[in-house]
């Protein structure tokens, strides 16, 4: 089966700095997708990036990056220029390509961004 | 454009009774999955609707169950409440066919269950 694992409970960062959450994860399959989700104080999930397996190249969106190793299962998200706004819940997700819906999720992080 | 919306946002009941949570998918939207959040924890996949019937389901017992509708709503209904049933139940609707990587879920903002 599969699973995600998010060994950070919580995590802070100084406004305008740089922070790193840490994702593993294990699964047999060769074709999956790769997400990380922010889930402020509202619950809202909101999608902040994603990554497909089968490419090397990591995902940027704005100040948002991922280090995707695919051998070693790992896909940690990096925010540049900490902002208020992030602090959140970020959850790290899985979905195999075959199977569209059922995402699997890790625990969670708790970022809490100071000014 | 109307994002995924779900109705209540909170709801109270006691041990053994039933409850129906509601959701409206995101327009252009016609699938609609469930997912389980408890306290302080990752969702957990419950079921994913597709053309009024259920797709996949997750490792929850019968006592949840759903629907869909040919207005691509969706209910969720859990009978026999037990307190540990007491959680954050969030909807998330994506376009059919697609991937989850090119049709990436869009979520509610959920319904906060307790039960007593």
């Known amino acids: 089966a599969q699973t995600v694992t998010q060994s950070q409970p919580e995590m802070s960062v100084q406004e305008a700095e740089t922070v790193t959450l840490s994702c593993t994860y294990d699964t047999s399959e060769s074709d999956y997708y790769l997400f990380w989700y922010k889930q402020p104080p509202s619950r809202q999930m909101i999608l902040v990036i994603r990554q497909e397996a089968y490419k090397q190249q990591n995902a940027t969106e704005n100040r948002f990056s991922v280090n995707f190793q695919k051998a070693a299962k790992s896909f940690s998200l990096k925010i540049s220029d900490s902002q208020l706004g992030d602090a959140a819940m970020y959850f790290c997700a899985y979905v195999s390509s075959g199977n569209t819906g059922k995402l699997i999720f890790g625990q969670g992080t708790t970022l809490q961004v100071k000014p | 454009d109307a994002g995924v919306t779900q109705s209540p946002t909170h709801l109270i009941k006691t041990r053994g009774q039933q409850v129906t949570l509601r959701c409206s998918p995101k327009?252009?939207?016609?699938?609609v999955s469930w997912y389980q959040q408890a306290l302080g924890q990752g969702p957990q996949f419950i079921f994913q609707?597709?053309?009024?019937?259920?797709?996949q389901r997750g490792n929850f017992p019968d006592r949840f169950s759903g629907h869909q509708f040919p207005n691509y709503s969706s209910e969720l209904n859990v009978n026999a409440l037990l307190l540990g049933d007491s959680a954050l139940y969030l909807c998330?609707?994506?376009?059919?066919?697609?991937?989850?990587?090119?049709?990436?879920?869009?979520f509610g903002n959920g319904t906060r269950l307790t039960v007593t």
């Open positions: 327009s252009g939207h016609d699938t």
């Open positions: 998330a609707s994506s376009f059919p066919g697609g991937n989850s990587y090119n049709s990436p879920l869009h």
């Open positions: 609707y597709y053309e009024e019937e259920e797709r």
